[in-house]
């Protein structure tokens, strides 16, 4: 019992240091990222972009005002999509090809920037995000039957000044500092354990034949699990200090970031959509779904250009 005691005690003072680094750089990114974003949303900005691309989603049999909520979701958020949604009529169907387009290009310009911080290409990501949730539209346009029942309405936002707006954003993004620093702190002190416990590899063999399937890394499983079910900032986050420590190539980091632009905090977002009525079958099915097609269909791809460029 001592030595376990001794074990937790080490583990929690070594996760320090790391959590204080891992939560600099994520501050660093997000915090004026979601300033820009409040402003642009207070003075219209954002539906104005909005409003050039309305006639596009008339083509997945969405009304054109669901622009707005596509491009609130891809620049703020699940949270900020989801209320827009609430704030115009929206049938069960309508909404669920919505929020699962919003699920797999949510939060773009933060969670871009935590990709490129990991080694992937910002513009990449953020394109490939954007095309998948309009082939994901196609697709459930295509494999959903008529939905007619009314998705939740909570009428238009009302509107506040900019002190309002400036006063919401320092609380919320407080919250979410705090939440975060002991979110990425619980995950380090566990990161520790695993390492001294030697558990890295069992854990990784456990997953191996799951990761396998997936077209993934065999010792990519902890951060794939970190990411499915807490998202990309913090399975980045561990990422990160993984490739610090020469734990993952720069190589598997990149694999790993495929699958989770598709298919990321999985707990969060599935529970969230499922609460205001999208199924959160669908929601699962479709982004594991997609995530697999890319990291398969980028591997393939691979596999060709390099025979080409053999012969």
């Known amino acids: 019992m001592s030595h376990f005691i001794e074990t937790v005690r080490l583990c929690l003072s070594r996760a320090v240091p790391a959590t204080i680094k891992s939560l600099t750089w994520l501050l660093q990114l997000m915090v004026p990222i979601s300033f820009a974003v409040a402003l642009l949303q207070y003075y219209g900005?954002?539906?104005?972009?909005?409003?050039?691309?309305?006639?596009?989603?008339?083509?997945?049999?969405?009304?054109?005002?669901?622009?707005?909520?596509?491009?609130?979701?891809?620049?703020?958020?699940?949270?900020?999509?989801?209320?827009?949604?609430?704030?115009?009529?929206?049938?069960?169907?309508?909404?669920?090809?919505?929020?699962?387009?919003?699920?797999?290009?949510?939060?773009?310009?933060?969670?871009?920037?935590?990709?490129h911080k990991t080694g992937s290409s910002f513009w990449k990501m953020g394109v490939i995000r954007i095309c998948a949730a309009f082939l994901c539209a196609a697709f459930l346009d295509w494999l959903l039957p008529e939905m007619p029942e009314q998705y939740i309405y909570m009428g238009a936002q009302s509107g506040g000044t900019l002190m309002d707006v400036l006063q919401t954003w320092f609380v919320s993004q407080s919250k979410m500092a705090v939440v975060m620093a002991l979110i990425i702190y619980s995950l380090m002190v566990v990161q520790r354990f695993i390492e001294i416990k030697g558990l890295l590899k069992p854990l990784s063999r456990v997953f191996a034949p799951l990761m396998s399937l997936f077209g993934l890394p065999r010792n990519s499983s902890y951060m794939w699990l970190v990411g499915n079910v807490?998202?990309?900032?913090?399975?980045?986050?561990?990422?990160?200090?993984?490739?610090?420590?020469?734990?993952?190539?720069?190589?598997?980091?990149?694999?790993?970031?495929?699958?989770?632009?598709?298919?990321?905090?999985?707990?969060?977002?599935?529970?969230?959509?499922?609460?205001?009525?999208i199924s959160g079958f669908l929601v699962v099915f479709t982004r594991m779904l997609f995530a697999v097609l890319l990291v398969w269909g980028k591997r393939c791809a691979e596999g060709v250009i390099s025979r080409i460029a053999r012969s």
């Open 45 to 115: 900005i954002i539906a104005w972009i909005a409003s050039y691309i309305n006639p596009f989603f008339c083509h997945f049999n969405l009304p054109g005002e669901s622009a707005v909520a596509f491009i609130s979701g891809a620049a703020a958020g699940t949270y900020a999509g989801i209320a827009v949604m609430m704030s115009i009529h929206l049938t069960l169907r309508e909404a669920t090809i919505m929020g699962i387009m919003i699920a797999i290009c949510h939060a773009l310009p933060m969670e871009c920037a935590v990709n």
């Open 230 to 277: 807490l998202g990309i900032s913090y399975g980045s986050a561990v990422m990160v200090e993984l490739k610090e420590r020469n734990l993952i190539t720069s190589e598997d980091a990149k694999a790993v970031n495929y699958h989770l632009i598709m298919n990321h905090s999985m707990l969060e977002d599935t529970i969230v959509f499922a609460a205001t009525g």
